[in-house]
Every structure is written in structure tokens, then in C-alpha cells.
């Protein structure tokens, strides 16, 4: 059975939640207690040196880092619905996974760690001096682009939901716990509706309160 290693707060965690639930997966949850530094310990670092969650074992096999775990499990379980097989297609995805992980991460999510959580929670020390003036710049201005490109579109790939949707919906939806309103953009808040209604979707603490934790 697949194991998710996971934390119930974590948007990355929440990615591959959402993946599991929308294809109908059956899965382990193995909590590892962030607060509680147990992602720095030696029985965790065994599964992901990196010292992060999410990760993900099927059988003889462990993925680390959300990104690998959702193209992983939309490949093997779901590849004409919630991915793509054409070389074109694949790179559509693949371009809004690098946004998620680069734009999104160190924006948005680095701005609801440190305003809601008080860490950085980048597998940086706790005390590690990381900037929420330019986590909200780099958060703005990924939502902007987000806004400039949902305009016109209802998903961020292939006219239809993937996990390029998947894979930013969770940290960019909780943007508000880090003091980002979200009602400047008002086709981002209705991509995140729509994504909301689709079936098989599962929530998380935050995101219908965006003064949780804060
Ligand atoms: N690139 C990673 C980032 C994962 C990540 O940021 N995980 C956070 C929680 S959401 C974490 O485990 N932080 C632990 C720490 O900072 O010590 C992914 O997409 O999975």
C-alpha cells in the first residue's frame, strides 16, 4: 500500500492529499511531527535525507519532494486525466510544477510560515533569517502572474484541471494566512473555486479560516 509521510498543516503534503483523493487512491499516512523537529531525526532523515515532507513510498520505492510524488502517482495511475503523454503536453505541465516550486514556494509559502507558523519552514534553521518583506514581494508578484494567466483560462494547463493545478492550488488558496490577501486577483479566486468544486476534493485547516494559526 502506498505510504504518504506527511503533516496535516503542510500545503506540499496537501498536494499529494488532494492527488490520492481526486483518483480514488487507498493510502498509509504517516504523520511526522514538524513542530516537534521529528523531520530532523535519523528515523525520518532514513526516508528523506532532505528533511522535509511530503514522501511517499509505493512497495520497494520512495519518492521525496511533492513534485515527483504527484508526476509519480498521475503517471502510473491516472496519466490521460490528471497528466499527459505527449513530449508538448508533459513540458505544459511541468512548467507550472517549476512555478509551484520556485514562484509559489519561496513566495506565498515562505510568507504563511513565517507570519502563521513563526519559521521558515524551508528546511532552514529555526531561527534562519529569512525575509517576509521578500516572501510577500515574490508572493505578489507570483500572484499577479497567476492573474495574468488565468484571465483568459479556467486551468493552468491543457484547458483542463492537471496536476500543474494540483500542484499550486494549496499554497496559493492559503496565501491570506500569510497576510496576502487574495482579493486583488480576482480570476485566481475563481480558478481556486473551481478547483474547490471539483469531486473528490478534501480540504485543510486554513483554508476555509484564514486566520488559522495567525
Ligand atoms: N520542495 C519540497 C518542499 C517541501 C516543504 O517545504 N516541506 C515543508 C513543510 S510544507 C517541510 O517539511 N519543512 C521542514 C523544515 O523546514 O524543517 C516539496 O515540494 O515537497
Known amino acids: 500500500m502506498l505510504k504518504l509521510y506527511e503533516h496535516p498543516e503542510c ?21 511526522v511531527d514538524l513542530l516537534q523537529d521529528a523531520q530532523h531525526q535519523p528515523e525520518y532523515l532514513a526516508v528523506n535525507p532532505r528533511g522535509e515532507v511530503p514522501a511517499l513510498s509505493d512497495g520497494g520505492l520512495t519518492l521525496r519532494d511533492s513534485m515527483a510524488i504527484l508526476v509519480y502517482l498521475a503517471a502510473t495511475y491516472a496519466p490521460t486525466s490528471w497528466y499527459a503523454e505527449a513530449p508538448a503536453d508533459v513540458a505544459a505541465i511541468s512548467e507550472w510544477l517549476a512555478f509551484a516550486a520556485s514562484w509559489v514556494q519561496y513566495g506565498v509559502f515562505t510568507a504563511r510560515a513565517l507570519v502563521s507558523f513563526g519559521i521558515p519552514a524551508n528546511g532552514m534553521p529555526t531561527d534562519f533569517p529569512a525575509s517576509l518583506h521578500e516572501a510577500r514581494l515574490r508572493g505578489r508578484r507570483s500572484l499577479e502572474i497567476l492573474e495574468g494567466h ?65
Open 150 to 214: 488565468l484571465a483568459s483560462r479556467d486551468w493552468l494547463a491543457l484547458g483542463r484541471p492537471t496536476i500543474a493545478d494540483v500542484a499550486n492550488f494549496p499554497c496559493v488558496a492559503l496565501a491570506p494566512m500569510g497576510d496576502i490577501p487574495l482579493t486583488p486577483y480576482p480570476a485566481v479566486e475563481a480558478w481556486i473555486a473551481r478547483f474547490a468544486a471539483l469531486p473528490g476534493y478534501v480540504s485543510m485547516p486554513g483554508l476555509e479560516d484564514p486566520h488559522y494559526r495567525r
Open 11 to 31: 500545503g506540499n503534503s496537501h498536494k499529494v492529499r488532494l492527488l490520492l483523493s481526486f483518483v480514488g487512491l487507498e493510502y498509509e499516512s504517516v504523520t
